[in-house]
């Protein structure tokens, strides 16, 4: 079965340093990833997406990921902080076939931005 | 629409009572899924349709949880006699590809609070 484990539900970084934000996964057949930022009171928007093409995803608002199968990892990066990226972050998994389109969602990670 | 809507925005319900929740996708979207999102966690998959036909509904946590998208376009979740384990933000997705494949637009959720 397919699972997501994020390292640290908070993660406090200054303005201007380095996020990374951990994820690693479970899964029995090459899987695709995701990762969604959710603000207060909204639905969860699309950052970046892993689908067997090329391991280094990059995404939206200068976020990107690398997949990693022999560490089964899909940390997320962002070489500098800004005020605006203070936000929840939720690592998903998907397989694709059959009725397994619904995403297994990591339990997400709460970044905090430090002026 | 241009984006996921769901309606109402908050809910509260008092222990007992039945609610319908509502979902409008984006137009031409084939797959639709709900997902429960308690406090603090990661949205959980309750069920997905293709079109009106619903594929899956593993998810749905009780047979009180019941789903219908009957002409393929709004949905809606209703959960009967509700308890107060189901108080969570319920999350609607929607995706232009069948099984959700690439991703999806999510909603900004309905917060059901059962008192």
């Known amino acids: 079965a397919q699972s997501v484990t994020q390292l640290g539900s908070h993660v406090s970084v200054s303005e201007g340093a380095l996020v990374l934000l951990r994820c690693n996964y479970s899964s029995s057949v090459p899987p695709y990833l995701f990762w969604y930022v959710q603000y207060p009171n909204q639905g969860l928007q699309l950052l970046l997406k892993?689908?067997?093409?090329?391991?280094l995803v990059k995404g939206i608002n200068g976020f990107e990921a690398e997949f990693k199968k022999s560490e089964t990892s899909f940390h997320l990066t962002k070489p500098s902080a800004h005020m605006s990226d203070a936000a929840e972050y939720f690592c998903a998994v998907s397989l694709y076939g059959g009725s397994q389109g619904n995403l297994i969602f990591g339990k997400g990670t709460k970044l905090s931005v430090k002026p | 629409g241009a984006g996921v809507s769901q309606s109402p925005r908050y809910k509260v319900a008092k222990r007992g009572q039945d609610v319908a929740l509502r979902c409008d996708p984006i137009?031409?979207?084939?797959?639709l899924f709900w997902y429960q999102q308690a406090l603090g966690q990661g949205p959980e998959f309750l069920t997905y349709f293709q079109n009106e036909a619903q594929l899956d509904k593993s998810g749905l946590p009780s047979d009180r949880f019941f789903a219908e998208r009957p002409e393929g376009s709004v949905s809606t979740l209703k959960i009967q006699r509700t308890q107060q384990e189901d108080s969570a933000v319920y999350l609607c997705a929607s995706s232009i590809r069948r099984q959700g494949v690439g991703g999806y637009t999510f909603g900004s959720g309905t917060r059901l609070t059962v008192v």
């Open positions: 892993y689908t067997s093409a090329a391991t």
């Open positions: 137009s031409g979207h084939v797959s």
